[in-house]
């Protein structure tokens, strides 16, 4: 789950790291009330939207406070597309408006799960305000990443380790100590996935900033996150992806157009792959879990057919808690509901797969059976040529 940079800011000034002076404005009338608390001639005016890449899409801007309700007015509404979103962009529906602060130097810091150690890895990067990714491709050296046991508090080789990069005087190095733990305490006690701070900067002032800031959280941990949860933005999510977590659906939308219906995340990953090995994209991924009843895979078939690049869709069921006669029945049912006109294949392996084929084959509905998964990506992509 993703929150907004002026969420994640207070969730780090709730634990003692130090933030940018700013308000979150929800409407234009708000702003002019709003930004009297900003002490600064200049502020910086942001727009909130899950996605990176704003400054380059003309969703942060550097103005007189004069004009923040001008710029603010521009600003709402305003539809930001960046290499996250996609060309369909996202509207700008919320501002943050902060001080501007002069800058002496940028720094990139960040922190999150490493699944393949079991380690949380902290980033830190000279480089910062920039794509770290690049960053890590063109200068490598500049990147340092440090896997650390998960623990309470971070040890003095730790902190020395993660920030000997940065060339930090002694005031900055107890500064840099506090927000390190900051980042480590939220990462444990808050279930988050991710903690990035780009750029930590160092003012003329010689003060330590987190100018920017990123969060997402584990949404299988949200059951014991009740106020993380009410950070949840609706408005920046798929439409598609808030009614299947409903249904306690894995889907998320993709750009191809076969549609994919699978159970469990490995074989949908290997669905996917096989599509695109014989030259098409798939239109999503979307996981119904060991048990899916007949209302999980109408809700999926729904799920598939809302998305109008769908021009067939691929059903790819391994039997093994579930049972393939009942999850054909749920196909039948859910494909005469949903009057679906486009072609449908469906591959059965497993428990009671010879049932689901002859319950598929006798449907009287145009359903071709795959003997296997080859056989079904291959089928598919000829049916919808």
Do not use: W
């Not at 709730?14 to 009330?33: L, R």
């Amino acid at each position: 789950m993703n929150i907004h940079e002026h969420q994640a800011k207070q969730i780090l000034k709730e634990f003692g790291a130090p933030i940018t002076n700013g308000v979150v404005v929800f409407s234009v009338d708000e702003i002019e009330e709003k930004i009297k608390s900003l002490t600064s001639n200049k502020i910086v005016i942001k727009a909130q939207i899950h996605a990176g890449g704003r400054g380059k899409a003309g969703g942060v801007k550097l103005i007189d406070k004069s004009q923040a309700l001008i710029e603010g007015k521009k600003m709402f509404g305003k539809v930001l597309v960046t290499p996250q979103t996609g060309p369909e962009g996202k509207k700008v529906k919320r501002v943050y408006f902060q001080e501007a602060y002069d800058i002496d130097k940028e720094f990139y810091l960040s922190c999150l799960i490493d699944r393949e150690s079991s380690k949380i890895a902290f980033i830190s990067s000279t480089e910062g305000g920039v794509d770290i990714e690049s960053v890590a491709k063109n200068n490598p050296e500049k990147v340092v990443t440090t896997k650390i046991d998960i623990k309470n508090s971070l040890s003095i080789d730790d902190i020395e380790n993660i920030t000997k990069i940065f060339s930090f005087d002694q005031k900055q190095k107890e500064d840099v100590k506090s927000l390190l733990n900051a980042l480590n305490n939220i990462l444990i006690k808050k279930d988050a996935s991710l903690i990035e701070i780009n750029p930590l900067i160092i003012t003329k002032q010689k003060k330590l900033i987190c100018l920017d800031a990123k969060m997402n959280f584990d949404d299988n941990a949200m059951y014991r996150q009740a106020e993380i949860l009410k950070l949840r933005d609706l408005n920046e999510e798929e439409e598609a992806e808030i009614e299947a977590s409903k249904f306690g659906l894995a889907y998320i939308k993709l750009n191809g157009s076969i549609g994919c219906m699978v159970n469990g995340a490995g074989l949908a990953m290997a669905t996917m792959d096989i599509i695109k090995l014989y030259g098409e994209e798939p239109a999503n991924f979307l996981d119904v879990g060991g048990g899916a009843t007949k209302d999980q895979v109408t809700a999926a078939f729904k799920l598939i057919l809302s998305d109008k690049k769908v021009k067939g869709i691929l059903i790819n069921i391994f039997g093994g808690i579930m049972r393939c006669d009942v999850l054909a029945e749920g196909v039948v049912e859910a494909a005469r509901k949903n009057k679906i006109k486009v072609p449908l294949v469906v591959r059965l392996a497993g428990t009671n797969y010879e049932k689901g084929i002859e319950i598929l084959d006798k449907s009287g509905l145009k359903i071709l059976s795959a003997s296997d998964l080859n056989d079904a990506a291959k089928k598919i992509v000829d049916q919808i040529k």
